[in-house]
């Protein structure tokens, strides 16, 4: 635990001095788009709860500059421990960041004339939550497992092609009437609770996935 406790503490003060600003500003525009257009107010808790988790994974960018495994393997953490403590830091940094949200949610509420903020929205952002935290759980595999700019193109070409596959399975439904009602049929039994614990699974048995693969990636790098 205690390099854990060091690894915590250094990825903290990076975030304090290198993203606190930027997190700042991110409320402050995700606050702002939230009032200015129609998205709701689950965009702010959304949009702010995606940009902390994609940012958690970063601290791994720095942590692979100017040979800096090499320093942080001479102290007492090894690859393990390592791995652990990004997956915890992406969790409480994502966490933070949708308890942000939900506060500029709260305040977009209380100002926009006409919104509101009930039960169901509240269930819909704690699903976006934890769909958001098996991403980072992705997020840190590909840091990983690619350094620097290909590490990017990476990252990019994944979600890229998920936003692409979702666009066009979402166009096929509404485009075709029978695969539309044959789509019907297959979740006419399942209920909204039903879904809601499939789609926490899902995302935990994604995010666990990621972290048994980061682990295995970390063992087998070289520096």
Same mark, same amino acid.
């Given at each position: 635990?205690?390099?854990?406790?060091?690894?915590?503490?250094?990825?903290?003060?990076?975030?304090?001095?290198?993203?606190? @600003?930027?997190?700042?500003?991110i409320?402050?525009?995700?606050?702002?788009?939230?009032?200015?257009?129609? $998205?709701? /107010?689950?965009f *702010?808790?959304?949009?702010? /709860?995606?940009?902390?988790? %994609?940012y958690?994974?970063? +601290?791994?960018?720095?942590?692979?500059? &100017?040979?800096?495994?090499?320093?942080l393997?001479?102290?007492?953490?090894?690859?393990?421990?390592? *791995? =652990?403590?990004?997956?915890?830091?992406?969790?409480?940094? +994502?966490?933070?960041? !949708?308890?942000?949200g939900?506060?500029?949610?709260?305040?977009?509420?209380?100002?926009?004339?006409? &919104?509101?903020?009930?039960?169901e929205?509240?269930?819909e952002? #704690?699903?976006?939550?934890m769909? %958001?935290?098996?991403?980072?759980? %992705?997020?840190? +595999?590909?840091?990983?497992?690619?350094?620097?700019e290909?590490?990017?193109?990476?990252?990019?070409?994944?979600?890229?092609?998920?936003?692409?596959?979702?666009?066009? %399975?979402?166009?096929l439904?509404?485009?075709?009437?029978? *695969?539309? @009602?044959?789509?019907? =049929?297959?979740?006419?039994g399942?209920?909204? +609770? =039903? $879904?809601?614990?499939?789609?926490?699974?899902?995302?935990?048995?994604? !995010?666990f996935i #990621?972290?048994?693969?980061?682990?295995? *990636?970390?063992? @087998?790098?070289?520096?």
């Open positions: 635990m205690k390099g854990i406790r060091g690894l915590l503490e250094k990825d903290f003060r990076l975030f304090r001095y290198q993203g606190g @600003k930027f997190f700042l500003v409320a402050i525009v995700g606050l702002f788009l939230s009032l200015a257009g129609n $998205m709701g /107010t689950n *702010v808790s959304i949009y702010i /709860t995606s940009v902390m988790a %994609i958690s994974g970063s +601290t791994i960018s720095y942590d692979e500059a &100017e040979h800096g495994y090499n320093y393997f001479s102290l007492p953490v090894n690859r393990k421990i390592y *791995v =652990q403590e990004k997956y915890i830091f992406s969790f409480i940094l +994502t966490v933070v960041g !949708w308890c942000a939900m506060i500029c949610a709260g305040i977009a509420v209380m100002i926009k004339p006409g &919104e509101r903020f009930n039960l929205r509240l269930a952002s #704690s699903i976006a939550l769909i %958001i935290l098996a991403i980072s759980g %992705i997020v840190i +595999t590909i840091k990983l497992k690619f350094e620097g290909k590490g990017r193109l990476v990252f990019a070409i994944i979600f890229l092609s998920i936003f692409v596959g979702c666009y066009l %399975i979402g166009y439904v509404n485009a075709s009437s029978s *695969v539309e @009602k044959r789509f019907a =049929q297959v979740t006419k399942i209920g909204d +609770t =039903q $879904m809601i614990i499939l789609v926490i699974v899902l995302s935990l048995l994604v !995010w #990621s972290y048994i693969y980061s682990m295995r *990636v970390m063992k @087998k790098k070289e520096f």
